[in-house]
Each structure stands twice: as C-alpha cells, then as structure tokens.
C-alpha cells in the first residue's frame, strides 16, 4: 500500500510553485484540481441557459479508427512496431553512410554536411522505408500514434542518436518543425529540443514549462502537425506517456456538454509565449471543424496547451491579456479529465521513439523521480509529412509558417545537449 500511495503522489505531484493568476482570473491553475471543475460545472448547470444543441455543422459523433478508448484499445490495436535484427542492421548501415557525408572518413570523400541535412536521401532505408511510410499513414488515417521499439541508445553516442532519431523519423515525416529561433544567443533555427529536468542546471527561477522539471504535464498538445519523442532514459519513478483521443473526447462533449462544445469552438484569448511571434496573444479557437470532402472523412481537429492561460511557474499569463471565463474554466478542466478517462499509457521504454498525430491525439505526462543513475532524458521533434499532413486551418496557418517555413538544412540547429527553449524561458 506505502508503494502505491508513494508512486501516486509522484504522478500528480506539482514541485514548481503555481504562477499568480492575473486580475479576474476564475479560480483555476495549471494543476488541475478535480472538487473545482466538479463544483464549477454543478454551478454553471445550475445556473442554467447553456446551449443544447452543437455549433453549425459540428458532427453529433465522428467515427473511424481515431476513436478509441483506452480501456479496450489493446484489444483492436497493437501500437508497438518492434524493429527486427535485419531493420536494425539497416538503421544502422544508414546510420554509417550519414557519418560518411559529412564528417572525414578513409576515402576521403567527406561531404562536410551538418546534421540538418540528415533525411530520406542521406540515410537510406531501402527495405525500412515502406514499414515507416505505412506507419505515416496509420498517424494521419488510422489510430493517429504509434511507438517504435528496439534501439539502443547506449550502443551509440550522443550525436549518433540524434542522426538515427532523425533520419528514421525523415522517413515518416520529411518536414522538421522549427522549436525555437535561437541557440546560443544567435538567431537560429532549432529543430530538436531536448525534455529532461532541468531545474538544478538552469535554476528554477527562469523555468516556464513542465518539460523542463519533473511536474506532470497536463493533457495538451504541442504546435504542428506530429509530435515524436525518443527515450534516451527513463526514469527511476514514474514519468509514464498517457495518450488520448481528441475524437472520443470530443464524442462525449457533444453527446453530453454541447455547450462546451461551442466555447472550445469559439475565440480564446491565447498568450503567445514565443517573442519571435512579434505579439502577446492571439485570438482563435481551440476546437476546429474540417467537413468530408471526395477524398478524406470529416475531421475535428484540436490545438492548445493549458499553460497558455493559466500560465505555469515562472511564466504566468500575463495581466494585460483579458482574463479567461468561467465557461473556458470549466472547458479546460473537462479535456484534462475526459483525456485521463479514456487515456491509454504507451509503457515508454528505453530506446522507444512515439509519434502522434498532434491534431487528433493529445497527450499528457505522469510527474517522475530520478535517481541511481536514471534521469529521464528525451529528444523531440515537430514533424510535418508533405504527403499525408491534414489541411491547417486558416487561423493556424501563421503559427504552422513559423513552424515550417523557410527551414533548410543549413541553418537547422540540432543541439547536442539540453537546454531551455525561449519560449519556456523567463529570461528569454
């Protein structure tokens, strides 16, 4: 009994002191607190006059392989692709002839490449390649996640596991998302971050995001189109990857709380972390509508992170931003809720790689404990797959430019150890 009650108060546990909510903020923080959300949504039922029926052209249930409940998932969907002996050696051999392109080898024949220029054509994968773009379509017209399992990161050094990371992940997704505009006080663009706690190296006063300390994350999702993550190192405790579906969720909420329905889909005042994006918030929805057409089912697509407005350790919302309702309180808390109930835990082991379709599954992140040599340690990306990416909608489309566009492989900063990114970042 000492154990569980040990491990479950590191799963939920907040170490990073609450931000200050800004003036008028209804009593909600990054820490979701399930007696507030239940008592919020007693009052406001009670209160009565909330809308019955959905937004114009909102599906009442969407269907497909997208919606799934984590209580029975395992038992039509097995999401782990196991690398066998012969697509390893193949990971491998690309792995040698990247090496070859840009750093001096025997021959001589050395290209000088950086490891921005790691893709398709550079780290060949002539028999993986077709597992890796059915995988692609499975993200965007299937489950919408899987995990790679097998590597092994300790054979490997730190750089060599970067290029693997990024050269089987340029196979599923040929687009790398810009995570920050910096690196190392000049002007760059960064397409690998690293997650791990970071409180003791950097000091916990300029920390503005869960990815940096041990904190559970709360269900989010990040910018763009996939999101992939790459154990280098789990934890000692906790630290587990929870998945859920943006379609199940969304089925509840219409079929219970259309309402809410309405709120997510309309505008949010959302805090701009980023100083690059050359303002302090936006105004968009969270929840977005996309109808069939000849060629692809209808879709609800869903795009936002908690922190964007209650804030989070050293970056709260900022008091000049217009404070959020009581109707976008109580939305918050029910997709943190509904993604814990129908959530599913990938069992994240050591040398796994997870994607995620970042439009339709959103995900969230047990706290966790390292020690004995065992620091939770992950590499990310942000990807987009130039042949199965969804259309973006017409509000997302700045942010998806700063993502994507005009990133080359010249000016790509892969870095080779962690750091915080700008926009999680006090003193940015």
């Known amino acids: ?156 050094s730190r750089e060599d596991n970067i290029i693997i990371y990024t050269g089987i992940s340029s196979h599923i997704a040929d687009l790398r998302g810009r995570q920050d505009h910096k690196f190392g006080g000049k002007p760059a663009d960064v397409v690998l971050a690293h997650v791990k706690d970071l409180k003791e190296t950097a000091g916990g006063s300029v920390i503005g995001s869960p990815a940096y300390t041990t904190d559970r994350q709360v269900f989010h999702t990040d910018s763009g189109d996939i999101v992939s993550l790459f154990a280098l190192e789990t934890a000692l405790h906790g630290g587990a990857s929870k998945l859920a579906s943006t379609w199940r969720v969304y089925n509840e909420l219409a079929r219970t709380r259309p309402d809410l329905v309405h709120t997510l889909a309309e505008d949010w005042d959302v805090e701009v972390f980023d100083h690059a994006a050359g303002k302090e918030w936006q105004t968009r929805p969270l929840l977005f509508h996309q109808p069939a057409t000849s060629s692809t089912a209808e879709r609800v697509l869903l795009q936002y992170a908690r922190r964007y407005f209650v804030g989070f350790g050293a970056l709260p919302r ?73 259309p973006t909608p017409e509000v997302l489309q700045t942010r998806w430019e700063q993502l994507y566009g005009g990133v080359t492989p010249e000016a790509s900063v892969l870095p080779l150890e962690p750091f915080i990114r700008s926009a999680s970042n006090k003193g940015r």
Not at 135 to 143: I, K, N, R, Y
Not at 344 to 365: C, M, P, S, W
Request: aromatic share 8%; proline share 7%; hydrophobic share 35%.
């Open 1 to 156: 009994m000492s154990t569980t009650v040990t491990l479950t108060s590191i799963e939920t546990a907040s170490v990073t002191p609450a931000a200050l909510p800004p003036p008028g903020q209804p009593d909600i923080a990054y820490a979701p607190d399930r007696a507030k959300w239940e008592a919020r949504t007693a009052r406001r039922l009670a209160q009565g006059g909330l809308r019955t029926t959905l937004p114009e052209g909102f599906p009442k249930q969407l269907q497909g392989e997208l919606v799934w409940d984590g209580a029975t998932l395992t038992q039509e969907y097995d999401w782990t692709y196991v690398l066998n002996k012969e697509q390893l050696a193949e990971v491998d051999a690309a792995l040698e002839h990247f090496k070859c392109t840009y750093q001096p080898c025997p021959s001589d024949t050395a290209l000088n490449l950086s490891l921005g220029h790691v893709s398709q054509a550079t780290f060949p994968l002539p028999n993986l390649h077709a597992e890796l773009r059915r995988l692609s379509h499975e993200l965007h017209h299937g489950h919408g996640f899987f995990v790679l399992r097998g590597l092994q990161p300790d054979a490997h």
């Open 318 to 390: 900022s008091h000049t931003i217009p404070p959020i309702s009581e109707a976008q309180a109580e939305a918050l808390d029910a997709l943190h809720f509904l993604g814990e109930k129908f959530c599913i835990n990938t069992h994240f082991e050591k040398g796994d790689i997870q994607y995620v379709n970042n439009l339709a599954v959103f995900h969230a992140r047990d706290g966790f404990v390292d020690g004995e040599g065992k620091q939770r340690h992950l590499l990310r990306l942000w990807l987009r797959d130039s042949e199965n990416a969804w």
